[in-house]
């Protein structure tokens, strides 16, 4: 059973930042595009950003220029830097793993990543 496993959610007010991170199998980490979801409280889940094994990054509109994507191949961990944070980005934020589908291309598609995370709260207060 493959596990992806988030960190560094928590609370935080308006204007700061959080990290996440999302620790992978090395086999799932060099292999397949990945990517964060969130799901706001009362709200569908929603795509955040994706990294495809390319290297081809993606951003919803409503975080584009506020958060960044990256992963560091030798600890096999996925992060997403969100700064300036708004209320509106509250949510259970969840990593997510594709091995057959191109990242990039999965929400245009509209497939489900095979692999998730359990989630991590990220609370935004005023």
């Known amino acids: 059973q493959v596990q992806l496993v988030e960190s560094g959610g928590g609370s935080v007010q308006a204007g700061g930042s959080l990290k996440l991170s999302c620790v992978a199998p090395?086999?799932?980490?060099?292999?397949?595009?990945m990517g964060w979801y969130r799901q706001p409280p009362g709200k569908e889940r929603e795509l955040v950003s994706t990294i495809s094994v390319d290297g081809t990054t993606t951003y919803s509109d409503s975080v584009k220029g506020r958060f960044a994507i990256s992963q560091d191949n030798v600890k096999n961990t996925l992060y997403l830097q969100m700064n300036t944070l708004k209320t509106e980005d509250t949510a259970v934020y969840y990593c997510?793993?594709?091995?057959?589908?191109?990242?990039?291309?999965?929400?245009?598609?509209?497939?489900?990543?095979?692999?998730w995370g359990q989630g991590t709260q990220v609370t935004v207060s005023s």
């Open positions: 997510a793993a594709e091995c057959v589908v191109r990242m990039a291309d999965i929400q245009a598609l509209g497939i489900d990543p095979r692999y």
């Open positions: 090395k086999h799932i980490f060099s292999s397949c595009g």
